[in-house]
């Protein structure tokens, strides 16, 4: 229901866009985060919207550098990720949430209901 798209190699400093398209109409009242996990580490929190856009949320490692978006039309949710670092080497997985909390419970994974097939990205020294 949720499909992630636009990973791949950059190096870095270079730049990426993630797209999570939702299969259904209702996704677009729902908050959405992305997260992440690289190879032997546990799934982090990278950003999360609420379903009107007015609240975001960043991991203090990708504040500055990406920006979460949503095209609520489209049923879409965009990661644009800048200024990319080799520790940024990871599956992102975009996730959905049917409930909705306060900002801060949308750094956690237990605030999503559902999770797209993740998508990689890595980024060379």
């Known amino acids: 229901q949720l499909q992630a798209s636009g990973g791949g190699l950059v190096q870095t400093g270079g730049s990426l866009t993630l797209s999570c398209a939702a299969s259904?109409?209702?996704?677009?009242?729902?908050?959405m985060g992305w997260f992440r996990q690289a190879p032997g580490k546990e799934r982090e929190f990278v950003t999360s919207i609420t379903w009107s856009g007015g609240v975001t949320g960043y991991a203090d490692s990708v504040k500055g550098r990406f920006t979460i978006s949503r095209d609520s039309a489209q049923n879409t949710v965009y990661l644009r990720m800048n200024s990319l670092k080799p520790e940024d080497t990871a599956v992102y997985y975009c996730a959905a949430a049917l409930k909705r909390y306060s900002g801060s419970f949308y750094s956690t994974s237990d605030a999503y209901n559902y999770w797209g097939q993740g998508t990689q990205v890595t980024v060379s020294s």
């Open positions: 259904e109409r209702r996704f677009s009242s729902y908050a």
